[in-house]
């Protein structure tokens, strides 16, 4: 089982990489992470290459992310929220997926979902109605696109009020119902 995780947040060990670290803990498989402040990836130039072809036209760091994200079989994104939306890094990332929905142009887009896939999200205000509207949506995209049933998601919302997770026995509990519903088989 080959579990590839997004981490779209600037800090690297506060409160998203808290709860994608215990859920990664939950699970059992090759893990890896990918930092999307660590990537080498350009952002989409709308060429409509990939309409033709299942490739970018742009040669860079997204080559390997295709290949790693047409072998996994679960796909997690851990985003932190800015803006309503995800950090531009993971955007910009997101955005190049635009060769996965181009499947729907080239007549090879997968009919069947092939892996399981969840996302988490952190928003440092207390909770209100549209606090991760704008995220989840581009998250549920991504899963979508990428051929991926999105199993669930956990939101932490005060995030800068209760700083740390194992003060928040509910978000645990979520994260644990989602480790299960990802073990499930496909
Ligand atoms: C540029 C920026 C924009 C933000 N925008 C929002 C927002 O729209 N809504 C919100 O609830 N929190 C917002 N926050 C707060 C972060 O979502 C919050 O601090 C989050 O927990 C950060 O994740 P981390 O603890 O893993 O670094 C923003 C933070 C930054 C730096």
């Not at 205000?125 to 979508?144: C, H, M, N, R, Y």
Request: charged share 30%; net charge positive; aromatic share 10%.
């Amino acid at each position: 089982m080959k579990i590839l995780a997004f981490f779209g947040g600037a800090r690297k060990h506060r409160n998203t990489m808290s709860m994608l670290n215990y859920l990664l803990d939950n699970l059992e498989g090759e893990k890896e992470i990918i930092n999307c402040y660590d990537l080498s990836v350009s952002p989409c130039i709308d060429s409509r290459y990939c309409y033709k072809h299942r490739a970018c036209i742009i040669k860079d760091g997204m080559t390997e992310i295709y290949k790693k994200i047409d072998e996994a079989d679960i796909i997690i994104f851990a985003s932190p929220i800015y803006f309503f939306g995800v950090p531009g890094p993971m955007k910009v990332m997101i955005d190049r997926f635009q060769m996965y929905w181009a499947g729907i142009k080239r007549g090879d887009k997968p009919e069947n979902y092939a892996k399981l896939g969840a996302y988490l999200m952190s928003g440092g205000g207390p909770s209100f109605k549209t606090q991760f509207t704008g995220g989840g949506l581009e998250l549920s995209e991504a899963l979508k696109v990428t051929n991926t049933k999105k199993v669930g998601q956990v939101l932490m919302d005060d995030a800068d009020i209760v700083k740390d997770l194992d003060q928040r026995p509910e978000i645990k509990e979520k994260i644990d119902e989602l480790a299960l519903l990802l073990s499930v088989r496909k």
